[in-house]
Protein backbone atom coordinates (compact mmCIF):
# COMPACT_ATOMS: atom_id res chain seq x y z
CA UNK A 1 0.00 0.00 0.00
CA UNK A 2 1.62 3.22 1.13
CA UNK A 3 4.50 1.38 2.35
CA UNK A 4 7.03 2.62 -0.23
CA UNK A 5 5.33 6.20 -0.67
CA UNK A 6 5.33 7.38 2.95
CA UNK A 7 8.83 7.71 3.58
CA UNK A 8 9.36 9.56 0.10
CA UNK A 9 6.59 11.91 0.83
CA UNK A 10 7.57 12.81 4.34
CA UNK A 11 11.53 13.52 2.92
CA UNK A 12 9.73 16.04 0.55
CA UNK A 13 7.60 17.66 3.19
CA UNK A 14 10.80 17.64 5.33
CA UNK A 15 12.64 19.33 2.69
CA UNK A 16 9.67 21.33 2.11
CA UNK A 17 9.32 22.62 5.34
CA UNK A 18 13.56 22.88 6.73
CA UNK A 19 15.63 22.25 3.44
CA UNK A 20 18.37 21.93 6.25
CA UNK A 21 17.10 18.97 7.91
CA UNK A 22 17.90 15.73 6.85
CA UNK A 23 14.91 13.01 7.14
CA UNK A 24 15.93 9.85 7.50
CA UNK A 25 12.75 8.11 7.58
CA UNK A 26 12.76 4.76 9.47
CA UNK A 27 10.51 1.42 7.88
CA UNK A 28 6.95 2.34 7.95
CA UNK A 29 4.77 0.67 10.62
CA UNK A 30 2.25 -0.58 8.67
CA UNK A 31 -1.42 -0.95 10.24
CA UNK A 32 -4.68 -1.20 8.81
CA UNK A 33 -6.85 1.65 9.89
CA UNK A 34 -9.60 -0.17 11.58
CA UNK A 35 -6.90 -1.66 13.75
CA UNK A 36 -5.60 2.16 14.21
CA UNK A 37 -8.58 3.61 15.22
CA UNK A 38 -9.57 1.04 17.77
CA UNK A 39 -8.88 1.64 21.89
CA UNK A 40 -5.40 0.83 22.31
CA UNK A 41 -4.33 0.68 18.56
CA UNK A 42 -2.77 3.85 17.71
CA UNK A 43 -1.60 3.60 21.15
CA UNK A 44 -0.04 0.62 20.06
CA UNK A 45 1.75 1.95 16.87
CA UNK A 46 3.04 5.05 18.65
CA UNK A 47 4.94 3.18 21.49
CA UNK A 48 6.39 0.55 18.69
CA UNK A 49 7.41 4.07 16.65
CA UNK A 50 8.50 5.46 19.88
CA UNK A 51 10.91 2.90 21.19
CA UNK A 52 11.94 2.01 17.62
CA UNK A 53 13.40 5.44 16.92
CA UNK A 54 16.99 6.14 17.35
CA UNK A 55 17.50 9.72 19.01
CA UNK A 56 16.43 12.07 17.90
CA UNK A 57 13.62 11.39 16.20
CA UNK A 58 9.86 12.12 15.32
CA UNK A 59 6.68 10.30 14.58
CA UNK A 60 4.32 11.26 12.15
CA UNK A 61 1.31 9.11 11.80
CA UNK A 62 -0.16 9.39 8.13
CA UNK A 63 -3.79 7.72 7.38
CA UNK A 64 -6.63 7.54 4.77
CA UNK A 65 -10.03 9.58 6.86
CA UNK A 66 -12.33 7.63 4.49
CA UNK A 67 -15.82 8.39 5.19
CA UNK A 68 -14.55 10.09 8.53
CA UNK A 69 -14.22 13.82 9.07
CA UNK A 70 -10.03 14.74 9.47
CA UNK A 71 -11.23 17.67 11.58
CA UNK A 72 -12.59 15.66 13.92
CA UNK A 73 -10.85 12.14 13.85
CA UNK A 74 -7.13 14.00 13.93
CA UNK A 75 -7.33 15.62 17.07
CA UNK A 76 -8.77 12.36 18.23
CA UNK A 77 -6.11 10.39 17.54
CA UNK A 78 -3.34 13.20 17.92
CA UNK A 79 -4.38 13.12 21.97
CA UNK A 80 -4.17 9.35 21.95
CA UNK A 81 -0.57 9.24 20.10
CA UNK A 82 0.63 12.29 22.40
CA UNK A 83 -0.82 10.83 25.74
CA UNK A 84 1.62 7.77 24.55
CA UNK A 85 4.41 8.86 23.64
CA UNK A 86 4.01 11.00 26.87
CA UNK A 87 6.76 13.73 25.78
CA UNK A 88 9.65 11.21 24.80
CA UNK A 89 9.11 11.93 20.77
CA UNK A 90 7.49 15.17 18.46
CA UNK A 91 4.71 13.20 17.48
CA UNK A 92 2.07 14.49 14.78
CA UNK A 93 -1.20 12.60 12.90
CA UNK A 94 -2.29 13.25 9.59
CA UNK A 95 -5.37 11.98 7.64
CA UNK A 96 -5.60 12.40 3.89
CA UNK A 97 -9.31 13.36 2.97
CA UNK A 98 -10.49 9.98 1.56
CA UNK A 99 -7.41 8.37 0.34
CA UNK A 100 -3.56 9.31 -0.07
CA UNK A 101 -4.18 9.42 -3.95
CA UNK A 102 -6.43 12.34 -3.22
CA UNK A 103 -2.93 14.50 -2.94
CA UNK A 104 -1.97 13.26 -6.60
CA UNK A 105 -5.54 14.30 -7.79
CA UNK A 106 -5.24 17.78 -6.71
CA UNK A 107 -2.00 18.54 -8.20
CA UNK A 108 -3.09 15.96 -11.31
CA UNK A 109 -1.33 18.89 -13.71
CA UNK A 110 2.13 17.85 -12.15
CA UNK A 111 2.02 14.09 -12.17
CA UNK A 112 0.57 14.27 -16.27
CA UNK A 113 2.76 12.44 -18.31
CA UNK A 114 3.99 9.85 -15.67
CA UNK A 115 3.20 6.47 -14.61
CA UNK A 116 1.72 5.67 -18.15
CA UNK A 117 -1.10 9.27 -17.15
CA UNK A 118 -2.05 11.57 -20.03
CA UNK A 119 -0.18 14.78 -20.45
CA UNK A 120 -3.22 16.99 -20.64
CA UNK A 121 -4.37 15.31 -16.95
CA UNK A 122 -6.20 17.94 -15.12
CA UNK A 123 -7.00 17.97 -11.31
CA UNK A 124 -11.33 18.25 -10.99
CA UNK A 125 -12.85 21.39 -9.42
CA UNK A 126 -13.24 19.54 -5.98
CA UNK A 127 -10.36 16.63 -5.37
CA UNK A 128 -11.90 16.38 -2.11
CA UNK A 129 -15.15 15.44 -3.16
CA UNK A 130 -14.02 12.08 -5.17
CA UNK A 131 -14.13 9.29 -2.63
CA UNK A 132 -12.56 6.35 -5.27
CA UNK A 133 -8.91 8.42 -5.93
CA UNK A 134 -7.75 4.90 -6.86
CA UNK A 135 -10.16 4.58 -9.76
CA UNK A 136 -10.19 8.17 -10.87
CA UNK A 137 -6.28 7.24 -11.64
CA UNK A 138 -6.87 3.78 -13.07
CA UNK A 139 -9.70 5.72 -15.43
CA UNK A 140 -7.08 8.21 -16.26
CA UNK A 141 -4.52 5.38 -17.81
CA UNK A 142 -4.41 3.89 -21.08
CA UNK A 143 -6.86 0.84 -21.98
CA UNK A 144 -5.26 -2.39 -20.54
CA UNK A 145 -2.68 -0.01 -17.61
CA UNK A 146 -4.20 -0.70 -14.53
CA UNK A 147 -2.97 1.28 -11.58
CA UNK A 148 -0.47 -0.33 -9.04
CA UNK A 149 -0.42 1.34 -5.57
CA UNK A 150 3.22 -0.85 -4.89
CA UNK A 151 4.38 0.87 -8.76
CA UNK A 152 2.66 4.00 -9.22
CA UNK A 153 2.22 5.20 -5.74
CA UNK A 154 5.71 5.95 -5.28
CA UNK A 155 6.37 7.45 -8.36
CA UNK A 156 3.74 9.68 -8.29
CA UNK A 157 4.64 10.70 -4.48
CA UNK A 158 8.23 11.86 -5.81
CA UNK A 159 6.50 13.69 -8.71
CA UNK A 160 3.85 15.48 -7.41
CA UNK A 161 3.62 19.21 -6.65
CA UNK A 162 3.02 19.25 -2.98
CA UNK A 163 1.81 23.05 -3.47
CA UNK A 164 -0.47 22.64 -6.06
CA UNK A 165 -2.05 19.81 -3.81
CA UNK A 166 -1.93 22.14 -0.87
CA UNK A 167 -3.37 24.95 -2.79
CA UNK A 168 -6.44 22.41 -3.31
CA UNK A 169 -6.83 20.17 -0.99
CA UNK A 170 -6.42 21.15 2.79
CA UNK A 171 -5.58 17.98 4.00
CA UNK A 172 -2.28 18.40 1.70
CA UNK A 173 -1.65 21.90 3.85
CA UNK A 174 -2.67 19.91 6.93
CA UNK A 175 0.33 17.21 6.36
CA UNK A 176 2.78 20.36 5.58
CA UNK A 177 1.69 22.23 9.28
CA UNK A 178 2.05 18.99 10.89
CA UNK A 179 5.40 17.84 9.72
CA UNK A 180 6.51 21.34 10.36
CA UNK A 181 5.31 21.25 14.22
CA UNK A 182 6.60 18.26 14.63
CA UNK A 183 9.79 19.39 13.10
CA UNK A 184 9.61 22.66 15.39
CA UNK A 185 9.42 20.43 18.41
CA UNK A 186 12.18 18.51 17.16
CA UNK A 187 14.46 21.58 16.73
CA UNK A 188 14.01 22.41 20.29
CA UNK A 189 14.94 19.86 21.78
CA UNK A 190 18.29 19.41 19.50
CA UNK A 191 19.26 22.96 20.20
Not at 68 to 84: D, F, G, V, Y
Request: aromatic fraction near 4%.
Amino acid sequence: MKFRAVPILIRRLVELVNPAVYANVQRPIRKPRGTLLREGGIEGAVELAVRGLPVPGSVLIIIDSDDSCPKELAPELLTRALRTAAGRRPVGVVLAKMEFESWFIAAAESIAGHSSLPSGLCAPADPESIRDAKGWLQKAMPPGRKYSETVDQPSLASTFDLNAAGGRRPSTRCAARSNASVLSRFRSKVE
